[in-house]
Every structure is written in structure tokens, then in C-alpha cells.
């Protein structure tokens, strides 16, 4: 089982920059693949940013592609997100998840194949 703790959500000015990071607890952070995501108030959670247990493989949504930036550094059991030229619509709860991974997987893009999230930071991009 993994704990997960996001932090660095904040109010910024539209074209700013933002980086989230999520802590995990346990000594084997390296077992999963981490992802991103993102949830307004009435809508469903979506998919932002996703990376492998190694970092060797990252998908996108295609809102994000270009402006933001996902990694991981798994000796401080940490995963980041670097938000750049960010946008009024990427205001929203940004939430880190974690999925236990069988050799070989990469990562994942949907919520329901994640099994352990954080509680979310508020990010709120103001125009």
C-alpha cells in the first residue's frame, strides 16, 4: 500500500508557472506508475500527465502537450508536475495517483486503473 501527498497547488496569473509535486510513502515507489490528474466541481476527474516506473516513458493530454512536464525521481519517492504557460482552464484540483505495475507495463491514462490517489491541490489560474 502507498500513501500519497501533493503539494505546490497556489493562485498564479495566466501565463505562469506552477510545479506540484507528491510524496509517497513505502520503500517501493519504484513498483509504480504514476500519473496526474485533474477535477472541477460537476465534472469528471481527467486525465493530465502520466509517466513509468522509470521515467523512460510520459504521455500527455493533449490540452497539456507542450506546457507541462512530468517526471519523477524515484530515491526521494517523488513524482512532479512542472506547469508552464499556464491557462485559466487549467484551473482545477490536480490529484497524483499511483498504480502498481507488472514487469513490463509502461504507463496508464484512465482513472480506473489507478488504485491509490492523493488528496488533491487546488490550482486556480487567473486571467
Known amino acids: 500500500q502507498v500513501q500519497l501527498a501533493e503539494s505546490g497547488g497556489g493562485l498564479v496569473q495566466a501565463g505562469g508557472s506552477l510545479r506540484l509535486s507528491c510524496v509517497a510513502s513505502?520503500?517501493?515507489?519504484?513498483?509504480?506508475?504514476m500519473a496526474w490528474f485533474r477535477q472541477n466541481p460537476g465534472n469528471e476527474r481527467e486525465f493530465v500527465a502520466a509517466?513509468?516506473?522509470?521515467?523512460?516513458?510520459?504521455k500527455y493530454a493533449d490540452s497539456v502537450k507542450g506546457r507541462f512536464t512530468i517526471s519523477r525521481d524515484n530515491a526521494k519517492n517523488t513524482v512532479s508536475l512542472q506547469m508552464n504557460g499556464l491557462k485559466p482552464e487549467d484551473t482545477a484540483v490536480y490529484y497524483c495517483?499511483?498504480?502498481?505495475?507488472?514487469?513490463?507495463?509502461?504507463?496508464?491514462?484512465?482513472?480506473?486503473?489507478?488504485?491509490?490517489w492523493g488528496q488533491g491541490t487546488q490550482v486556480a489560474v487567473t486571467s
Open positions: 495517483a499511483a498504480r502498481r505495475i507488472a514487469y513490463g507495463d509502461g504507463y496508464f491514462v484512465s482513472v480506473s486503473e489507478y488504485d491509490y
Open positions: 513505502g520503500r517501493t515507489f519504484s513498483s509504480y506508475a
Open positions: 509517466i513509468s516506473w522509470n521515467g523512460d516513458s510520459t
